[in-house]
């Protein structure tokens, strides 16, 4: 039995979006590392375990997912139709029926649309794509002067957990100074270290580039084990999806 997440935002009725949790696949691992709806084939999961919970997944699809080789790049693409993966971190469409998909472990995903169904999208926002403007190509590539557009954010390492370094600080900062808002700092033995919300994050460069309607956001995948796979927490560890779809 599942346990997948729909998304709660007024997005039309024709978008439909999930995201997956760990549970209701067959993987293991050593330890149950990978327990149980990995779907990361990058992992040292076995390859029929990844496989057969895909095929669990795709049983809820329209058609398989486009699964991304994701590089914590900036450059979206547009998918036109199924069983192509390229290195990107986060795929549009307006096709129906075409999946679009990221994975994740601790990054945050973005779901997107347009208020009239047109098109959709969803992003992998690492720190090192949030920071390089993926969600802001994203939104401009989408953008459409007759239908605004609305985001919601998945589960993703909450601010309590989410610890970086100050080059990473700075980095946001320099963008923009209202960054510093979404920082707290962390004394570390000698050296300054700084938690981090990457959900205030995200929705402070939605709303730099018109994008005011921002749902979800604030759910923790390090601090719910049982639920989520989270690489900051356990290393080793398996990939949840974010798939979003048009009907």
Known sequence: MNDWIVPDWPAPSNVKSLFTTRNGGVSRGINGVYASMNLGGHVNDDPANVERNRALLRDHLPQAPNWLCQVHGTQPVWLENAAISPKSDAALTR???????????????????????????????????????VIERSVLQMRNSNSELMAWMGPAIGPKYFEVGE???????????????????????????????????????????????????????????KRFYSYRRDGETGRMGALIWLD
Do not use: N
């Open 95 to 133: 096709q129906p029926g075409v999946v679009c998909a990221v994975m994740v472990a601790d990054c945050l995903p973005v779901f997107l649309c347009d208020q009239a169904g047109t098109t959709v999208g969803v992003v992998h926002a690492g720190w090192r794509g949030l920071v390089g403007g």
């Open 167 to 225: 080059d990473v600080f700075q980095t946001f900062v320099d963008h923009d100074q209202q960054a510093t808002q979404a920082f707290v700092p962390k004394v570390s033995g000698d050296e300054k270290k700084w938690l981090a919300d990457i959900f205030l994050l995200a929705r402070q460069r939605l709303s730099a580039i018109g994008v005011t309607m921002v749902y979800g956001g604030g759910v923790c995948t390090y601090s719910d084990p």
